[in-house]
Every structure is written in structure tokens, then in C-alpha cells.
């Protein structure tokens, strides 16, 4: 059977529940990503996605109309034996409170493509802080202020900040990973994360990352190339 046809046999029964679950293997990589849009004929109607993610692929699950279910995602989760964290992708839609409850705990969100308010990017950041991983487009850099709490991000990834000075993200950056791409970069940007850095006002952090055009690098700051066998510190991010 096909995954959306062991969703639909396990709502025959908490027998036929049973057996799904029984058939799918203890130790994966399971998740569960959730997509909120609108439907494209009565655009004033929500409409939420659940796709399974494994190694494999990305599979349509369930389609529900309406709010966020927290009780569907919790089923939908023990079914296929994936935890309750929840991958949210925000497409054209405005994800308020009363939308999203606060009682279900979104642990990773890609807002790559979707267009924001400054208002809304606050208030959902505030309701879901301290994320597992955000993914984020760089034209969003400024609104980051220093007690934004997507600064607290396990992982946060800024992509095509281009023209956005990044100097708020390096200066006040609390969770452990950080992944930048596509900016100008000077040496007071180095230093002003350097002199951070050493100071340890960030005990947590393990790595940043730069990912530049060589033309990217402004000013008198010296950079040689990278020989992996000068490497001086284990790298095991994911």
C-alpha cells in the first residue's frame, strides 16, 4: 500500500491503526512537514497539508481544511512513528495565533518563499522561539533585532541577504549554528563576531558559515585557501 492509503485504512479503526503502525519499521528518519495555503478556487479557504518525509521521497499524506489540527498531526505522527516536532511551510498565508495554536510546538519552519510582515514575522517568532531550525530569506535580516527570538535558533540559515548588512545577526546570534549566503562582507563584520566570540557572550555556539562570491570580500581582510588537511577542529554539523 501506498503511504496515503495506510493513512485512509488506519482511520477504518483503531484495529486497522494497529496494523499500519505495526508495519512501519522502529528505528527511521521519519517527519512530518505541514503546509498552510489557500485553496485556489475559494481563496478566503485554508486549506493544511501533511506530507511524510523519508530518506526516500516527500509524500502528500492528508489534506484538511480548516485550522491546524493538533490532534490529526499527533495521530498522523504515531502512525508512521515520527516525532511531534513540526516542520511548518507557510505558503501565501498569514500565520497568526488564532490560526496556529500555541499549544503545538513548531520546532523547525522554512520561511524561504514566503512574503512577510514585520508584525507577523515578530509575533510567530515569539510564539515559537528557541526552533530547532529556521530557515529564513535574507531580505528579513534587518527585522532581526537583537531580542529576536529566531536569534536563539538551534540552526538558522540566511539565504540572498545581498545588500542587508548582517551586522545585527553577528553581533547578536545566540543559538549554535549559523549559515549565511550571498553577501558583502568587510572586516568589521569579522570583528565585531570575533571579538563576541571571544569574549564567550555565546557559550553555545559551535559554528558559522559564509557562503561568498570571492568578489564578496571588501577591504584589507586577508583569506587564504582552505587545505582540509590544516583542519583544527572536528566539523560534524549536520
Known amino acids: 500500500m ?21 508495519s512501519v519499521p522502529k528505528n ?3 517527519e512530518i512537514w505541514v503546509k498552510f495555503g489557500r485553496d485556489t478556487v ?18 502528500l499524506i492528508h489534506t484538511a481544511i480548516g485550522e491546524f489540527s493538533p490532534e490529526d498531526h499527533r495521530f498522523i505522527c504515531d502512525l508512521f512513528r515520527a516525532p511531534l516536532a513540526v516542520y511548518a511551510i507557510w505558503e501565501e498565508f ?20 514566503f512574503q512577510w510582515s514585520f508584525s ?12 530547532d531550525l529556521v530557515l529564513l530569506h535574507g531580505s528579513y535580516v534587518h527585522n532581526l533585532d537583537r531580542d529576536h527570538a529566531f536569534l536563539g535558533a538551534r540552526n538558522l540559515m540566511l539565504s540572498s541577504i545581498g545588500g ?10 545566540y543559538g549554535e549554528h549559523l549559515l549565511m549566503e550571498d553577501f558583502l562582507i568587510s ?14 557572550s555565546n557559550d553555545r555556539l559551535k559554528s558559522v558559515i559564509f557562503k561568498l562570491n570571492p568578489q564578496a570580500v571588501i ?16 566539523y560534524d554539523s549536520p
Open 94 to 113: 498569514n500565520p497568526n495565533s488564532d490560526k496556529f495554536p500555541t499549544n503545538c510546538a513548531v520546532k523547525r519552519t522554512n520561511l524561504l518563499e
Open 120 to 131: 507577523s514575522l515578530k509575533e510567530f517568532s515569539e510564539l515559537h522561539p528557541r526552533q
Open 42 to 59: 475559494i481563496l478566503s479557504c485554508v486549506i493544511v497539508q501533511f506530507f511524510l518525509k523519508t530518506a526516500e521521497s516527500i509524500v
Open 164 to 173: 542587508n548588512s548582517p551586522i545585527n545577526v553577528l553581533s547578536s546570534f
Open 2 to 22: 501506498t503511504r496515503p492509503e495506510q493513512y485512509l485504512l488506519s482511520k477504518c479503526s483503531r484495529r486497522a491503526s494497529q496494523m499500519v503502525i505495526i
Open 187 to 200: 572586516k568589521f563584520f569579522i570583528e565585531v563576531f570575533v571579538d563576541k566570540w571571544m569574549k564567550t
Open 219 to 234: 577591504g584589507n581582510l586577508k583569506y587564504d585557501k582552505f587545505c582540509g588537511s590544516d583542519r583544527q577542529y572536528h
Open 28 to 30: 527511521n528518519n521519519h
